[in-house]
């Protein structure tokens, strides 16, 4: 049987540049080790779409350059306030944003 578990680092090589990336709402369960791996393999030309609402692993993932453009309803950091990557891109006109509800 082949084993189904692989280490983060394995998980990130899977994702490649200009590949469309689902990621989880908010702060909560969200996989960190796969994610820093992603920024350090310096992936990019992502699309990235937040399930529910787009939280830190949104804003981390923007703010290293990974990201082109994102599908979303909201991109915020919950209880911590706004997403600073998010707005400092898009107001930069870095970010192709398309807003869903």
Same mark, same amino acid.
């Given at each position: ?47 990235? !779409? *937040? &399930?529910?609402?787009?939280?830190? $692993?949104? #804003?981390?993932?923007?703010? +290293?350059?990974?990201? !082109? *453009? &994102?599908?979303?309803?909201?991109? $915020?950091? #919950?209880?911590?306030?706004? +997403? ?18």
């Amino acid at each position: 049987m082949e084993e189904k578990v692989v280490s983060a680092a394995q998980a990130a090589e899977l994702i490649e540049s200009g590949m469309h990336l689902g990621v989880g709402s908010g702060m909560d369960m969200n996989p960190m080790p796969v994610v820093r791996e992603i920024i350090k393999n310096r992936t990019s030309n992502l699309t990235l !779409t *937040s &399930v529910l609402t787009g939280g830190y $692993v949104a #804003d981390l993932l923007i703010g +290293a350059g990974c990201v !082109t *453009s &994102v599908q979303f309803p909201q991109i $915020v950091m #919950d209880e911590f306030g706004l +997403a600073p990557q998010f707005r400092n891109y898009t107001e930069a006109g870095k970010l192709l944003i398309m807003e869903t509800i």
